[in-house]
RNA sequence: GCUCAUGUAGCUCAGUCGGUAGAGCACCUCCUUGGUAAGGAGGAGGUCACCGGUUCAAUCCCGGUCGUGAGCUCCA
């Protein structure tokens, strides 16, 4: 019997029936077949070694495919599993899937897994690949397949197998000595996975559910060959050397104190510097584009907040109330309700909308101990937030508006990838179905019209509204949420908004929440792990110092410094007793953008020698010819 | 909040199998006046996170608190 087989190209060819994938590879080269870790049959991943039984278009995949990466790493889990078993006979497993980056494996095991336990882990998974052992698959009936676990004592795999529904193939793998439940696809043999490493060990709750058994993962990645795994090691270095954290402490930036509290940001003076750049600038483009900029107080009394439904939804992320006057004052975890009392403080007339109210309003929210994280998670920050009041009418082009206005904040910040989520109604919300429906057409007709590509994240709205997300990819390729436009159907029912429309009765405006970068906190994190520390230069706390090389040149120096200052660039001059190797060093250290080299040359010559970040010396310049340069980049935000 | 790890000088980190601690950098003083990433010498600096317990004796062992890290969970 013959079978015919289609390939990507649109190309078919017969071959006998029960041909593999592999075969067929091998049929067309022989580094194809060495390559390729598993196919897709139809619309289905199946092994290399999978019995072809009628037509069928096939894809190979590679390391390079996600679909590779992921049968790659599986089956590397499935290694470690069995590198487990072998030396820890009593742990119980779980499960082991792929992830972005690696796998893991999560186990029930009494004692913790130290590292010396994840060397030895290693040694024997190096063994069980020398082994070569074939992943074979087997398709067993469920009772089976329950009595094969329960003789292993595996009662999560028991559970699983419980849980599957009637009539789904139940398949196992088996490697050795080694048997998992297990969907596939797998690779060939245990050998195929040339380099690996356990990187590390955490709990993680079974089933991911804080009420069960805490268990124990093991993270671990691997790729086909060692240069790709180095590659990667260094990629985790570099992200390591660019953590915020850390860079917040080599440049003075930013600290959080013992004696103050977790999850509370100290703005140092380069960062408070960096901060007001950024608050100006915000402040002039929201006036441009028509916003109002309001102040609010951090506090409001409890009424206040059970109207917003704060107290109802929000409560366990709110902090404890203080008695005033005997009345009960929360701290603001949000600063809508304040914006909506400045709505209210008079009748409102359609001609005045749209009505937007910004503010860098500062909120502050119980985080759990566990989540805090430097400047990206925290128990106190700033967002810069806005609500946009309007006409039913007026929605689609305020939202077209709101995403043209992140996008020329992002970018002005250097920011040039981004991943855009349009999130529909999750099973817990208010509002009616058909206002739903009409506010997230209207949110992706914007999207549309904005010309943006995005994904639709279906049931992951907020309970008042749908949102967009937007998330920037820094340098590292990592994505981070800033922007967030929600539009909330609650808020102006709860407050009874209303405005006079042209039939001279009254109507509820739509309102929607946005915040660009997001918190001022967060967003300076992900600004100092994009640049690395490197700030550019209309950034920089410090953007250019004088180093003058001898005493003998100091006033001269002051002079430049003097002149520098008068053109508002910030300046500042290394006067110590220093070689000038010595200051030069500092000063690439503090990651300043430019350094000024005055010695006999430029005294004599009347010019300055400039030398840049990262770049080395730039030769000699005029004073005005370098300060037309500076203005130049700092006007074009570079 | 949970699991595990962790907290020693301003920073990065050694160290003590229980007898009150050490390096490099930074800081201060002096020498040196040096041309594009570390010149030399000397000095000062620590209740070893905090609170209890065990002990003749605790920075070290035990318990708790606080903080930090990696995850889990959570994230309007």
Redesign the pocket.
């Known amino acids: 019997m013959k079978i015919k087989i289609t390939f990507p190209d649109g190309s078919s060819k017969e071959y006998d029936k029960g041909i593999t994938p592999l075969q067929i590879a091998k049929g067309i080269s022989k580094g194809l077949a060495n390559e390729i870790l598993s196919a897709r049959l139809n619309e289905r991943e199946v092994d290399l070694t999978h019995k072809i039984e009628a037509d069928a278009t096939i894809l190979f995949h590679k390391f390079r495919d996600e679909e590779g990466k992921k049968v790659y790493w599986h089956s590397t889990a499935h290694i470690m599993a069995q590198a487990v078993k072998r030396l820890y006979p009593d742990v119980k497993i779980a499960i082991g899937p792929a992830?972005e980056n690696g796998f893991?494996y999560d186990f029930d095991k009494n004692?913790?897994?130290?590292d010396s336990d994840l060397k030895k882990i290693e040694e024997e998974m190096r063994k069980i690949i020398d082994e070569n052992f074939y992943f074979e698959r087997r398709e067993i009936s469920r009772d089976k397949a329950l009595e094969t676990f329960e003789r292993f004592g595996e009662n999560y795999k028991i559970e699983l197998i419980n849980e599957l529904p009637v009539g789904e193939t139940i398949s196992i793998y088996v490697q050795g000595d080694f048997v998992d439940l297990c969907r596939g696809p797998h690779l060939i043999s245990t050998n195929k996975v040339k380099a690996f490493k356990l990187?590390?060990?955490?709990?993680?709750?079974w089933?991911?559910?804080?009420k069960n058994k805490?268990l124990?993962?093991i993270?671990g990645i691997s790729f086909p060959t060692e240069k790709e795994m180095q590659t990667y090691l260094k990629k985790l270095e570099e992200a390591e050397k660019r953590?915020h954290?850390?860079l917040g402490?080599?440049l003075d930036l930013f600290g959080?104190?013992?004696?103050v509290?977790?999850?509370l940001v100290h703005w140092h003076p380069k960062a408070g510097l960096i901060r007001n750049i950024i608050e100006d600038f915000w402040k002039k483009e929201h006036y441009k584009a028509g916003y109002d900029i309001v102040y609010t107080p951090h506090i409001g009394k409890a009424n206040l907040w059970q109207t917003?439904?704060?107290l109802?939804?929000?409560s366990?992320?709110m902090y404890a109330p203080m008695k005033i006057d005997e009345q009960d004052y929360y701290i603001k975890?949000?600063n809508?309700p304040f914006h909506i009392m400045i709505y209210k403080s008079k009748l409102r007339s359609y001609r005045e909308l749209p009505i937007k109210y910004a503010e860098l309003g500062t909120v502050y929210?119980y985080?759990?101990?566990?989540?805090?994280?430097?400047l990206m998670?925290v128990r106190g920050f700033t967002q810069d937030d806005a609500h946009i009041f309007c006409t039913p009418s007026q929605l689609e082009n305020e939202v077209v508006k709101l995403l043209d206005f992140s996008m020329f904040f992002l970018k002005a910040f250097g920011f040039e990838n981004f991943e855009i989520f349009l999130s529909t109604k999750p099973d817990k919300a208010v509002g009616k179905d058909e206002d739903w429906e009409k506010a997230t057409k209207s949110l992706k007709k914007a999207l549309d019209i904005s010309k943006l590509p995005y994904k639709i994240d279906p049931g992951?709205g907020?309970?008042?509204g749908p949102?967009i997300d937007i998330k920037i990819k820094d340098a590292l390729d990592r994505a981070w949420?800033c922007t967030?436009i929600?539009f909330d159907f609650?808020l102006p029912e709860r407050f009874d908004m209303t405005y006079i429309g042209e039939d001279n009765s009254e109507h509820r405006p739509f309102m929607i929440?946005r915040a660009l970068l997001g918190s001022l906190e967060r967003f300076f994190g992900v600004l100092i792990e994009h640049y690395a520390g490197n700030f550019p230069l209309w950034l920089a706390p410090v953007q250019v110092e004088v180093i003058?090389?001898?005493?003998?040149?100091f006033g001269y120096a002051k002079k430049i410094l003097n002149d520098l200052q008068e053109q508002d660039i910030r300046t500042k001059i290394n006067l110590?007793?220093?070689?000038?190797?010595?200051k030069?060093?500092?000063a690439?250290?503090e990651k300043i953008p430019y350094?000024i080299?005055?010695?006999?040359?430029?005294?004599?010559n009347q010019n300055i020698?400039?030398?840049k970040?990262?770049n080395?010396?730039?030769?000699?310049f005029q004073l005005n010819e370098f300060i037309e340069k500076l203005k130049r980049e700092i006007e074009q935000k570079k």
């Not at 990187?199 to 709750?205: D, F, P, Q, R």
């Not at 110590?576 to 010595?582: A, H, L, Q, R, S």
């Open positions: 992830i893991y004692t913790p897994f130290s990187l590390k060990v955490s709990g993680a709750y089933r991911g559910d804080e805490m124990q993962r993270y953590d954290r850390k402490k080599q959080f104190y013992n004696e509290g977790a999850g917003s439904g704060h109802d939804f929000y366990e992320n975890p949000m809508c929210r985080e759990r101990s566990g989540v805090l994280h430097g998670r992951e907020v309970f008042y949102k949420q967030t929600q609650n929440h003058p090389i001898s005493e003998n040149h110590e007793n220093e070689k000038i190797g010595y030069i060093r500092e690439e250290n350094m080299i005055i010695g006999d040359k430029e005294v004599e020698s400039v030398r970040h990262l080395g010396n730039l030769g000699a």
